[in-house]
């Protein structure tokens, strides 16, 4: 469609341009055989010139090259154009059509300006279509853009409706279940506090080691629900954790491949232990499980996405810190 259209345009335009350069011309000085022949020979070089000025110094060289070789091949394409068509004139057109124009200088001053005039006024012409159409098609795009932005901010509060739905509705939960059944509410309160982490404290830049630490908490009391008295797992802090900040679920990824490959592979007991200690300019987190204690890991178990995002979100938080 988009070809199509630049084709009939083209087809249009010129056709305008050999008109006016033979029927214009010749209403007003008569002679239209001569006049078909000079348009016949302006067509082509004033195609040539505008083509290459639109297409390639303007839309690609401008884009690729710096101003000054911008500049440099604009001039040079224009001169060498130039003395092509004022050498078609000269010594093709003038002799045999038009021999009143010869008794001026080949590089007549006066006429190279007349050319150079003529040449950048067609190709100014040709080059406002390009330029009007580029404005729409960006404008469109814009548009697109603003249209995709409100769908994507419309599908997000959507989104947001159902887990703060579910937030909420845990914590009535856990208001009933605390006078009927502790253990459930305790049970409900840690969902409730991964959920509310999910919705509020995930969306910042940076957050609290602390909060992330609870966060992960929250996620380990849930596994050993589910797991009972064969999981063990422990929190070592062995300095200060209050000031250090961390991009968000950043830790969660590497304990759920804990649980993923140390205990929910074992069949006995399993344990999972997460030390944190800081020295003068570096904090190190170690998180290590049973897993080694049972054998390697099968090939066909191991992901990767988890630990790929972990990398990200570090790259991330370190170029921020940068």
Request: net charge positive.
């Amino acid at each position: 469609m988009k070809l199509t259209r630049e084709v009939a345009f083209n087809a249009v335009f010129w056709g305008l341009y050999f008109l006016y350069q033979w029927l214009g011309l010749a209403s007003l000085y008569g002679n239209y055989n001569n006049y078909f022949i000079n348009a016949c020979m302006a067509l082509p070089v004033a195609f040539l010139f505008s083509w290459l000025t639109v297409h390639f110094l303007i839309k690609k060289r401008l884009a690729e090259t710096s101003q000054a070789k911008y500049w440099m091949y604009l001039i040079l394409c224009s001169l060498f154009l130039l003395l092509v068509r004022r050498y078609i004139n000269y010594y093709l057109l003038y002799p045999k059509y038009f021999p009143q124009a010869q008794h001026m200088p080949f590089l007549s001053a006066g006429k190279m300006l007349v050319e150079v005039v003529n040449l950048y006024t067609i190709t100014g012409l040709y080059a406002l279509y390009y330029f009007i159409r580029s404005w729409y098609e960006e404008r469109f795009r814009v548009h697109q853009l603003v249209q995709q932005k409100t769908t994507a901010e419309l599908e997000l509060l959507k989104a947001q409706v159902q887990p703060h739905f579910v937030f909420n509705t845990l914590n009535n939960i856990y208001s009933t279940a605390l006078k009927s059944s502790p253990e459930t509410a305790s049970l409900i309160a840690h969902l409730s506090g991964f959920l509310e982490y999910n919705l509020y404290e995930s969306t910042q830049a940076m957050v609290p080691l602390a909060t992330e630490i609870s966060y992960i908490e929250h996620y380990i009391e849930l596994q050993k629900n589910r797991y009972g008295p064969k999981l063990d797992v422990s929190i070592n802090r062995y300095s200060s954790i209050d000031e250090i900040q961390i991009a968000p679920l950043l830790l969660l990824p590497l304990v759920e491949n804990s649980f993923k490959h140390g205990v929910a592979c074992s069949p006995g007991f399993s344990w999972i232990r997460i030390d944190m200690s800081r020295q003068p300019g570096q904090f190190s987190i170690k998180i290590a499980n049973s897993k080694d204690e049972q054998g390697p890991i099968p090939v066909s178990t191991l992901g990767g996405i988890g630990l790929s995002n972990v990398k990200k979100k570090t790259d991330i938080a370190l170029s921020r810190c940068a």
